[in-house]
């Protein structure tokens, strides 16, 4: 049974840095391209950032210079470090992983809110 498991978010004041996890199993996590999306009610989920296997990364405009993501395929993990955090960034953030790209299936994580006000 594939599990994608997110953790690490919170409540955070604006220019506040949090750091978000998604754990990894049933699949063999270096094979993925990873990533990370968000979504706000009444919104389409939208990139935030992604990472492939052998760790080249993209981001968002919105989060370029402030987000960085990372993985970890020895701990089937991956990371998203995100400072100077805006209240615009409020989403459930939701962890992917695509395999599509050689045959594989796309899986999602459940999300995790982050909120970000004073």
């Known amino acids: 049974q594939v599990q994608l498991v997110e953790s690490g978010g919170g409540l955070v004041q604006p220019g506040g840095s949090l750091r978000l996890s998604c754990a990894g199993s049933?699949?063999?996590?270096?094979?993925?391209?990873m990533g990370w999306y968000r979504q706000t009610p009444g919104k389409q989920r939208e990139l935030v950032a992604t990472?492939?296997?052998?760790?080249?990364?993209n981001y968002a405009d919105s989060v370029k210079g402030r987000f960085t993501i990372s993985r970890d395929n020895a701990k089937n993990t991956m990371y998203l470090q995100m400072n100077s955090l805006k209240p615009e960034d409020t989403a459930v953030y939701s962890c992917?992983?695509?395999?599509?790209?050689?045959?594989?299936?796309?899986?999602w994580g459940q999300g995790t809110q982050v909120t970000v006000s004073s």
């Open positions: 992917n992983a695509d395999g599509r790209y050689w045959g594989g299936n796309n899986y």
């Open positions: 049933g699949i063999i996590f270096s094979l993925y391209a």
């Open positions: 990472i492939t296997p052998g760790g080249s990364t």
